[in-house]
Nanobody, 123 residues
């Protein structure tokens, strides 16, 4: 019965910033690996970042140094701070949860998904 509800998407100019937030239901949130993925029109869904229960993070090379994933286990939330946005960051961004304690960047490891939120970066 896990549900993920996302917010924070929108339209920004290149070089701007945006912060996405994902609120999760359930009492097992603190044990989940949480991840962010994105999907542009006509393309495969791709990994953006993940964070383990204890706070260890990993980011895709394409966003490293610009995006930061974080979580608050007490609030059952996970955020994605996006800075220095580029037009190629334009996509629908999805929050995802995995029952694996140490899930990786593989999409198949994530069982629960949010509805997605649109991020559009204009040039």
């Amino acid at each position: 019965q896990v549900q993920l509800v996302e917010s924070g998407g929108g339209l920004v100019q290149a070089g701007g910033s945006l912060r996405l937030s994902c609120a999760a239901s359930g009492r097992s949130f603190s044990s989940y690996t949480m991840g962010w993925f994105r999907q542009a029109p006509g393309k495969e869904r791709e990994f953006v970042a993940r964070i383990w229960s204890g706070g260890s993070t990993f980011h895709a090379d394409s966003v490293k140094g610009r995006f930061t994933i974080s979580r608050d286990n007490a609030k059952n939330t996970v955020d994605l701070q996006m800075n220095s946005l580029k037009p190629e960051d334009t996509a629908i961004y999805y929050c995802a949860a995995s029952s694996r304690v140490f899930a990786t960047r593989n999409l198949s490891e994530y069982e629960f998904w949010g509805q997605g939120t649109q991020v559009t970066v204009s040039s």
